[in-house]
């Protein structure tokens, strides 16, 4: 029988999530931490780490390499993990799955395969709300190839504007790249939209799922996206590891990103020829650890469920929504419908920096400044904001908690 999404929430124990993070009972300046900084990172569910002990006391070796058992053990575990990530983004291969050191890594993986399919003439589209990883790989390109950077414009909402994305596209158009979620607003654009109208001008679209992976379970097939890049350490993982979904036919097409061991088929001094996918773009030895925590971070977050995650974070964003703007002088950027729980505001006309400080004295961990998104922040015309990132281990009584911390910085900051 399908279940209402009471019936999920109920069975969400929070108390019992929290008791998976050993870091959630840790205290900051004497005082309990409260962890609102998850869409810099998110915490490390001991499902996770122990199976980061487990590799370095059982199974340390280097993979596809040793006939010995412990190299085939390395090998089999590495190679499982790249299947759960596989079946968790319904790639239809598993070949399809590169693993990379995290999302900007995969973006410029694709950047530099496409500077010898750019030329002068060619367009390539990104978006105002774009984090840094997504724009400079990008110009770099442009700069590479003579091709032209255009922008899809946002709205004092946080929103893409997809009238301006009509006329941007045309036949000149080769690339559209844009974020799921944004990384300083929350808002979730519409990509199903982007990406068809996109094809429909034989564009090829990758999509930055740095900030979605954490809420939402992406059907890469389904959206029929080229490519879906994303890291490890926003979802549970480890840093240092990342993924790049590509679809096969373009993965053949672009060249390797980096030459070294394993990423070849035979080396002579007069020629080399490259391995097979997903090889190809994995030169030298990989996060061996870092992948197979990877592929546990994966079954621990689906364990925990998509469907419970985006329910109780919903809940969450509402509460905290309605408890900051209850705060006099306080502005919250990024106002859309459709966002996941990432609250950036200000408060009057205090820098962020100092609010961030403050709270900081009282165990309360948020981002400030500009978020890699310094776009953004001169679209407001702003220096910044006060980011709250809330995630699924969070709790109300946090929420409460950094409304009366805001409410004490105010105090002794005006
Ligand atoms: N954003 C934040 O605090 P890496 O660093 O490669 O794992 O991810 C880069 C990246 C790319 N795109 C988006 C939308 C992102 O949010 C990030 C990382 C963090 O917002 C750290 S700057």
New binding site residues.
């Given amino acids: 029988m399908p279940q209402s999404g009471l019936d999920l929430l109920a069975m969400f124990n929070i108390n019992e999530i929290r008791k998976d993070f050993p870091i959630l009972s840790r205290k900051v300046n004497g005082k309990p931490l409260v962890y609102f900084d998850n869409?810099?990172t998110s915490q490390t569910p001991q499902q996770v780490i122990d199976v980061i002990v487990d590799y370095y006391s059982n199974y340390n070796a280097n993979i596809h390499r040793g006939v010995h058992t412990l190299s085939q053990e390395a090998t089999d575990l590495y190679e499982q993990a790249r299947q759960k990530i596989q079946a968790h983004f319904n790639a239809k291969h598993s070949h399809e799955i590169i693993l990379t050191s995290?999302?900007?890594d995969s973006i410029n993986l694709i950047a530099n395969g496409f500077s010898s399919l750019l030329k002068k003439g060619d367009d390539v589209i990104v978006s105002a709300l774009e984090?840094h990883?997504?724009i400079v790989p990008w110009q770099m390109l442009c700069e590479r190839t003579g091709a032209s950077l255009k922008v899809i414009p946002m709205n004092l909402e946080g929103e893409l504007i997809m009238s301006e994305y009509d006329k941007l596209i045309s036949k000149n158009t080769k690339l559209v790249f844009v974020?799921h979620v944004s990384?300083a607003l929350g808002t979730i654009n519409p990509i199903e939209y982007i990406i068809k109208k996109a094809h429909a001008v034989g564009a090829a679209v990758l999509i930055?799922g740095?900030?979605s992976t954490p809420h939402i379970k992406p059907d890469v097939q389904d959206l029929d996206v080229d490519f879906y890049v994303a890291?490890a350490?926003k979802l549970c993982g480890p840093t240092g590891v990342?993924m790049l979904y590509g679809k096969q036919d373009w993965l053949n097409k672009l060249p390797p990103y980096q030459g070294g061991g394993e990423m070849i088929a035979e080396v002579t001094f007069e020629k080399t020829t490259y391995a097979d996918l997903p090889h190809k773009f994995e030169a030298g030895t990989p996060n061996i650890c870092g992948g197979i925590a990877f592929g546990a971070a994966i079954d621990y977050m689906n364990a925990v469920g998509f469907n419970n995650i985006a329910l109780y974070e919903n809940e969450l964003l509402e509460y905290a929504t309605k408890a900051l703007l209850d705060i006099e002088g306080l502005k919250i950027y990024g106002t859309s419908k459709q966002k996941t729980s990432v609250i950036s505001f200000n408060l009057d006309d205090i820098h962020p920096y100092d609010v961030g400080t403050i709270l900081d004295k009282l165990g309360i961990a948020v981002?400030t400044g500009h978020?890699?998104a310094q776009p953004i922040m001169d679209f407001y015309k702003i220096p910044g904001t006060v980011r709250a990132s809330i995630s699924f281990y969070n709790t109300k009584e946090e929420i409460d908690a950094l409304v009366t911390g805001i409410k004490k910085a105010k105090m002794m900051l005006s």
């Fill in positions: 869409a810099a995290g999302t900007t984090h990883s997504n974020n990384n930055d740095a900030q890291s350490h990342g981002r978020h890699c």
